[in-house]
């Protein structure tokens, strides 16, 4: 079993920057793949990032890329999401993933046992 609570979210000005944390207890934190989703109203949950237990490898879905920076600090058992450069399309709930089943397809929600309570960030125009 594997707790996840999120925070950091919160209402930016476009073009302003906030960093999202994931606290993780239950489980080997170094151990887990970990990941962040986020859900806009009325749309599905949609991949953001992801990142391998050494933090070696990570993956971000096309429109973050360059903008958005996925990192872990094992000693922490935490997982942080620092997003640039925001937009207003930017605006959801970002919630923090781990459990994931392995294979390829890091970037479904279905993947993943374990969610945290999201944490809303808004992007003002």
């Known amino acids: 079993q594997v707790q996840l609570v999120e925070s950091g979210g919160g209402l930016v000005q476009t073009g302003g920057s906030l960093r999202l944390s994931c606290a993780a207890s239950?489980?080997?934190?170094?151990?887990?793949?970990m990941a962040w989703f986020r859900q806009a109203p009325g749309k599905e949950r949609e991949f953001v990032a992801a990142?391998?237990?050494?933090?070696?490898?990570?993956i971000y879905a096309d429109s973050v890329k360059g903008r958005f920076t996925i990192s872990r600090d094992n000693a922490k058992n935490t997982v942080y999401l620092q997003m640039n450069s925001l937009k207003p399309e930017n605006t959801a709930i970002y919630y923090c993933?781990?459990?994931?089943?392995?294979?390829?397809?890091?970037?479904?929600?279905?993947?993943?046992?374990?969610w945290g309570q999201g944490t809303q960030v808004t992007v003002s125009s």
């Open positions: 993933a781990s459990g994931f089943a392995g294979g390829s397809n890091y970037d479904k929600p279905t993947m993943y046992k374990y």
């Open positions: 239950g489980q080997t934190f170094s151990s887990l793949t």
């Open positions: 990142i391998n237990w050494s933090g070696v490898n990570t």
